[in-house]
Nanobody, 126 residues
Framework: QVQLVESGGGLVQTGGSLRLSCAASGRTFSTISIGWFHQAPGKEREFVGGIKWSGGSTYYADSVKGRFTISRDNAKNTVYLQMNSLKPEDTAVYYC???????????????????WGQGTQVTVSS
């Protein structure tokens, strides 16, 4: 079992920044790949990006490349999603997720993840 807790959401103006955190427990953190997703009202959950368990590889959706950065701090059992140059279309609930097995791959489909956090709301005002 892996438990995930997101934090750091809030209200920000267009062009602003936020940093989301995803704290993980229940498994050796250095073996956990993490995916970030967001879901706006009435829309499907979409891949934002992810970081491989080894920390050496990060992946991003085209819509956030150059604006968002994912990193991890294994000493703090936490993955971060740094969001810069935020746009109103980034408004959504943001979730972090982990695959079923240790050292699993980062995939861009929600079906590739078994463990999910509760989500944190990000609202970008125009």
């Amino acid at each position: 079992q892996v438990q995930l807790v997101e934090s750091g959401g809030g209200l920000v103006q267009t062009g602003g920044s936020l940093r989301l955190s995803c704290a993980a427990s229940g498994r050796t953190f250095s073996t956990i790949s993490i995916g970030w997703f967001h879901q706006a009202p009435g829309k499907e959950r979409e891949f934002v990006g992810g970081i491989k368990w080894s920390g050496g590889s990060t992946y991003y959706a085209d819509s956030v490349k150059g604006r968002f950065t994912i990193s991890r701090d294994n000493a703090k059992n936490t993955v971060y999603l740094q969001m810069n140059s935020l746009k109103p279309e980034d408004t959504a609930v943001y979730y972090c997720a982990a695959p079923k097995y240790a050292m699993g791959a980062v995939t861009n489909s929600p079906s590739g993840y078994v463990y999910w956090g509760q989500g944190t709301q990000v609202t970008v005002s125009s």
